[in-house]
């Protein structure tokens, strides 16, 4: 979508809910143990001058937490156990962390059995930045109940969230030896493969989770679009609908099926699927969003901006997606004045969300206010110096005001402060800028960065195809085109630039051979392409 611009939306996950068999499923199977949570990044805290050098720093360390229990051994009754877990969770809630830490170590020595405490321990340390420490209190957790699946699942996550996915199939492993019927396992397991690009494996784990569990609707979410992103359309709808035979209040699957037919060009049947969706629930933001965005691709405005303020007017950090787009459709639109407007509304509701500051940031950048895109940018660093576009944004600002060894500094400090496959495409801007500048060796040692990074990502490969080419590197080149293609095989582009790298060399008949396939792909290629799981998300080489 090539204006539903840059913001990296978090993978789809459905709430837990009581009428969800996949989770009480779970639940009934043991009531102690408590679900896996994905770990999120840890945040540090900083200032940031406009223009000026960036630089990261981790969060202090929180201090030595006392091993006393408020409570005497004795104390120890099911009542005063279960007390003493709410106020830990109330202790969190109010950024108590401190306490809460403190009162979760009271909790797992009074009852080492207390799988939902050792859970809550690990994912506070975890999300405060204390991988280690998560670690630690894992492997406590874990030998003393060394059956609990869902202990073993939150430290598969864990690892997932870190990029370690060899650790994490390890992990994933002791989940099934555990408990081989807990259908979060398949999920999660499932949706680890497909981003490590491994599909066959996800589709093994996916159906061998509804094999298990016949009622697992997350699993039938995940396979359905799973399928519908290979291009397997009859399956995708079959799936689908299966599941919600078995849920019809899913408001996911209501919303994925949605994006199903607006994919196909069913514009009525799409908009019938997104009114089911937000009617079985009202809060439901990602439908809200597509159906706004459906609207606004359909030339309808006003009812976009009907979808989008309902969107906005829910309460909750999914609702930030609903305002990015909003703001961007009234840019697109001329409205500049207000997109602003929403920028700074939606600012204030959410101050440390990253991403808002680099859209609004990119903005004010194309209307020349160069210091106030730097404030910006700079505000989301605060929030998260762990973002890689955002390292990126503001060191291509620098570069495009002529401050070359300013945006050097930015990228490459940004390359050691951020996370994630996000990198590839950082390392990849910082190569364009070095091959800009004649800087060859450079250059390709960053393109082969970008590709460690990513090594999956089809135009990653065509981009450093085709700077092998302009320095006569035909060979390499033609290697680094197949390996784009065999990635993305019905994208044109490769076969296009592989079609004039035979045409420059003279092997015109092997040329027009490939023009035709470029030809046939872009014929054939889908005019809308939304993403079930992350509408906003747009491919990295349209940034």
Excluded at 137 to 143: T, Y
Excluded at 210 to 215: E, G, I, S
């Amino acid at each position: 979508m090539d204006d539903a611009a840059f913001v990296a939306t978090p993978a789809l996950s459905m709430p837990k809910r009581a009428r969800h068999a996949s989770m009480s499923s779970a639940a009934g199977r043991s009531a102690r143990q408590g679900s896996p949570s994905d770990p999120s990044r840890a945040r540090a805290e900083r200032r940031v001058r406009p223009g000026a050098t960036v630089h990261t720093a981790r969060r202090d360390q929180a201090p030595t937490l006392p091993l006393a229990s408020p409570l005497k051994p004795e104390q120890g009754t099911r009542e005063a156990l279960e007390l003493l877990y709410e106020s830990a969770k109330t202790e969190e809630k109010a950024g108590r962390v401190t306490n809460a830490l403190g009162m979760y170590e009271s909790l797992v020595q009074l009852d080492t059995s207390n799988g939902r405490a050792w859970v809550r321990y690990a994912t506070v340390l975890q999300r405060g930045g204390e991988t280690n420490r998560a670690r630690e209190v894992l492997r406590r957790a874990l030998k003393a109940n060394p059956t609990n699946a869902i202990l073993w699942q939150t430290w598969a996550d864990l690892e997932k969230g870190l990029g370690n996915f060899v650790t994490a199939r390890r992990l994933f492993a002791k989940v099934a030896e555990a408990n081989p019927d807990l259908p979060s396992l398949y999920h999660s397991w499932g949706s680890m493969e497909y981003k490590c690009g491994n599909v066959e494996e996800a589709r093994r784990l996916y159906r061998q989770g509804l094999r298990v569990c016949p009622t697992a609707t997350r699993l039938y979410h995940s396979l359905g679009v799973l399928e519908d992103k290979r291009g397997n359309s009859d399956a995708a709808r079959i799936i689908l609908t299966k599941g919600l035979k078995v849920e019809p209040d899913n408001p996911y699957l209501h919303h994925a099926l949605g994006v199903f037919e607006y994919r196909r060009g069913k514009v009525s049947a799409a908009r019938e699927c997104f009114t089911r969706a937000t009617r079985v629930d009202p809060r439901h933001t990602l439908s809200w969003l597509s159906f706004g965005q459906l609207e606004e691709f359909e030339g309808n405005r006003d009812m976009a901006r009907k979808y989008y303020a309902k969107g906005t007017s829910i309460t909750g950090r999914s609702a930030v997606q609903l305002w990015q787009a909003w703001a961007r459709m009234e840019e697109k639109s001329g409205n500049l004045h207000g997109a602003i407007s929403l920028y700074r509304r939606a600012a204030t509701a959410y101050p440390d969300d990253p991403m808002l500051y680099c859209s609004w940031g990119k903005l004010v950048e194309s209307r020349g206010e160069i210091s106030a895109a730097r404030t910006l940018f700079a505000k989301g660093l605060e929030a998260d110096p762990t973002r890689a576009y955002l390292w990126q944004a503001l060191a291509l600002l620098e570069q495009r005001q002529f401050n070359p060894e300013v945006s050097r500094q930015l990228f490459d400090e940004g390359s050691k402060a951020s996370k994630g496959k996000e990198r590839a495409a950082l390392f990849h801007a910082w190569a364009a800028m070095e091959w800009e500048s004649e800087r060859e060796e450079k250059a390709r040692e960053l393109f082969g960065e970008a590709v460690k990074v990513d090594d999956k990502c089809s135009w990653l490969w065509l981009w450093f195809a085709r700077f092998e080419i302009a320095h006569n590197n035909i060979s390499v080149a033609r290697h680094y085109i197949s390996r784009s293609i065999n990635l993305d095989p019905k994208d044109s582009s490769p076969w296009r630039a592989w079609a004039e790298l035979e045409r420059s060399v003279g092997d015109e008949e092997q040329a027009r051979f490939m023009f035709r396939r470029a030809a046939e792909l872009e014929s054939s290629r889908e005019l809308f392409e939304m993403d079930p799981e992350s509408p906003l998300r747009r491919p990295w080489r349209k940034l």
